[in-house]
């Protein structure tokens, strides 16, 4: 049978060992929230700038008087 401090030894490297693996995991995590956080920030400014730009070209299309962008022109 080991000695208690021969066992307190043999934990001490495994406790290490996890808490700088819980501690790298940590940092992931919170690397991973701050991208998903960036994404979504982009993917609304995408939205916005998407939606400016279908009423611009809807001005332009009113103003020219053209045919509506879902409508095949009247030769087809």
Known sequence: MASPKNEDTDIEPRLVRLEEL???QQAAIEDL???LTEGWKENE???RELARLNDRFQDMEDQT???PANQ???HW
């Open 72 to 74: 095949p022109p009247p």
């Open 22 to 24: 819980v501690a790298h």
């Open 65 to 67: 008087g053209g045919p």
């Open 45 to 47: 400014r995408l939205r």
């Open 33 to 35: 929230s701050r991208q």
